[in-house]
């Protein structure tokens, strides 16, 4: 996710914007850039390095004078890691700089559009037909141009703009992405969030959707998307800096977990138009499926298990055999590929080495490459064939969520698209997926707040030492993400295990009290996985099952039951995950464990 700074006062902008910046460096960037307006002209600084390098070029700030500017630190989502692609962003004539978070669906179009018009683009970005829009409605009034640019764009956007012609007013506009105003004592702010403003000032006031902000020494007005006068008020905020970067919440974990709903639809919406899936970003045709004769999809840790779960999804929608193979296995197993196998690689870094080398074995031989990546422009993206961006933003917490649920919505996605490119499911079918799909973000959002008791069954299994997940079919395919989850942050040994497979051998393990946690949401296999509940329950076991809301059976042999609202089979995963990640989490917080740099464990594993 990108971050946004923007000043207007009576000191130097560019040192404070600097200090914005760098209070949100912690969201991840790969570019960053300041532009301040001195009189009558802008000034830019960028850099794809960080923001200390800016410091470095401009004497901390010092050498750049003005005291109205907008700074910014971009996360890639279209076009690569570029000073030429970062932000801020200025019109062909100058007078004119943007800076944006989110995403600009309709950029395409707009761009074309402005092209004719005579203007010049230089970048690749999404952005840039922001501040080409401006320069293009601007007749003397800026908040004017503003509402009529804001009207035109589609998508998500949060933008802070200053303009030469008028050195005395700072604009900021939001939708769907985050902007929050500064209030200080002769000087505003604005920044993505709290923690780049709080050193100034506590006195802030939020945006809502739609609404326009002009900002002045003397005051900010703000108008509705409209450019009718808007009544706000302030707040006072109380938290301190640490806080405020994880936005209140006491870990970056917790922060991406709740952001889940958010990050799907990021990277759902705007791949569903008019309820067909739209896939721009890949070139694979219905004649390249027909090639192909066998997808193995490779990862590591838990993209590894959203590649589980990717397999019953595809094998189910593309009846082509699809197995799922740890890089680290499939780089050393002299693998049988060709050109009709498809490798599908998932990677939230695009870096892994392993995953790296097992994308080179299986290129070497053949294969052709889908990468999902959350990363733009990193290696694995750059030795693909095709790249899916999930658009989850930066993810800090070691342990995976936002970017795990993000795979799965890019299998689905792909899955009901090459499903239709086959012909394996009729029009109507995939309309139905396609609006169940579009339905997910609210039904993990429901998963969230549905398992608010999660936090009473933490405390009740949290000395366990030792757990079994099990599970069949997706749920299968869960219980090893469920299981990783507990394992990595909590430190507590468990076992993902097929439940169909327990009575060979391993239950020999289950004893007296043994939490084993039932995942029991594929309904087409309840009935048998009840037969395993029961297996487990006759040696002495803990059951804490998950199920479907509204099944009441699973109660007459669970001791504790987590509920998730009923989806489409296929895609249940996504609910299901939801209060494993929250059991983990607040297992480990019991234990005092160091949830978002667990011991022994790095984001990205970029050695072998
Ligand atoms: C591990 C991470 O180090 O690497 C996991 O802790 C991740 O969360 C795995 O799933 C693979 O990393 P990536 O970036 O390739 O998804």
Not at 77 to 89: I, K, Q
Not at 198 to 225: P, Q
Request: proline residues 3%.
């Amino acid at each position: 996710m990108c971050g946004i700074v923007g000043f207007i006062g009576e000191r130097k902008a560019a040192p404070i914007l600097f200090e914005g910046l760098e209070r949100l460096e912690y969201r991840g960037y790969d570019s960053a850039g300041i532009a301040v307006l001195n009189k009558d002209v802008i000034t830019t600084r960028k850099t794809t390095e960080r923001i200390k390098m800016l410091r470095e070029i401009t004497e901390n700030g010092q050498g750049i004078p003005g005291s109205l500017g907008i700074g910014h630190t971009r996360w890639a989502t279209h076009g690569a890691p570029s000073e030429r692609n970062a932000h801020p962003h200025v019109s062909n004539d100058g007078k004119f700089a943007v800076v944006h978070n989110g995403i600009i669906e309709n950029y395409i179009t707009l761009k074309e559009e402005l092209i004719q018009k005579g203007f010049i683009f230089e970048s690749e970005t999404d952005t840039e037909v922001v501040v080409h829009l401006l320069a293009n409605y601007y007749k003397g009034n800026l908040i004017e141009a503003v509402v009529k640019a804001a009207k035109r764009l589609e998508g998500s956007y949060a933008l802070g703009i200053i303009c030469a012609h008028e050195p005395d007013v700072l604009v900021a506009v939001r939708r769907l992405s985050p902007l929050i105003l500064g209030v200080g004592i002769g000087e505003s702010f604005i920044a993505s969030d709290v923690t780049a403003l709080i050193s100034h000032t506590k006195t802030v006031m939020y945006l809502e959707d739609g609404e326009i902000a002009e900002i002045k020494k003397s005051g900010i007005r703000v108008f509705d998307k409209a450019g009718s006068p808007v009544e706000k008020s302030t707040t006072e905020i109380n938290w301190n800096i640490d806080a405020a970067e994880k936005s209140g919440y006491d870990h970056f974990m917790m922060k991406e977990i709740m952001e889940q709903p958010r990050a799907v639809r990021a990277t759902l919406e705007p791949r569903i138009k008019n309820g067909k899936i739209k896939l721009d970003d890949i070139s694979i045709t219905a004649a390249d499926l027909k090639n192909v004769n066998r997808i193995i999809i490779t990862a590591c840790g838990s993209a590894s298990y959203a590649g589980q779960v990717g397999r019953y999804v595809l094998e189910e929608l593309l009846r082509i055999p699809v197995e799922v193979d740890l890089a680290s296995e499939l780089r050393y197993r002299n693998p049988i590929i060709n050109e009709h196998t498809l490798l599908i690689v998932i990677s939230q870094s695009g870096e892994t080495a392993d995953t790296i080398a097992a994308l080179k074995e299986a290129k070497g031989r053949g294969a052709r490459v889908l990468s999902l990546v959350n990363v733009v422009g990193s290696t694995i993206a750059k030795m693909s064939d095709d790249v899916l961006y999930t658009w989850a933003g930066p993810e800090i917490a070691v342990a995976t969520t936002k970017g795990y649920s993000t795979q799965l919505a890019l299998l689905y996605l792909f899955g009901v698209y090459a499903a239709e490119l086959l012909g394996n499911r009729t029009g109507e079918e995939c309309a139905e997926m396609i609006t169940e799909l579009q339905n997910l973000p609210e039904q993990i959002e429901q998963a969230l707040i549905l398992n608010d008791n999660i936090i009473t069954l933490a405390q009740k299994y949290h000395k366990n030492q030792s757990i079994f997940f099990i599970g069949r079919n997706i749920d299968y395919a869960v219980s090893m993400e469920g299981s990783l989850k507990l394992k990595e942050i909590s430190y507590i040994h468990s076992e993902a295990y097929a439940a169909g497979e327990l009575k060979h051998g391993t239950i020999s393990l289950i004893d007296n009290d043994r939490l084993v946690i039932a995942l029991a949401c594929y309904e087409r296999l309840f009935d048998k996985l009840m037969s395993n509940i029961k297996e487990v329950k006759a040696r002495g076991a803990k059951v804490l099952a998950t199920a479907i809301v509204g099944n009441t059976k699973i109660l007459t042999e669970a001791d504790d039951v987590m509920y998730i609202p009923r989806t489409n089979p296929l895609f249940l995963a996504s609910v299901e995950v939801i209060p494993l990640q929250l059991l983990a989490y607040y297992v480990a917080r019991d234990n005092g464990c160091d949830i978002d740099k667990p011991r022994n464990l790095a984001k990205s594993v970029t050695v072998e």
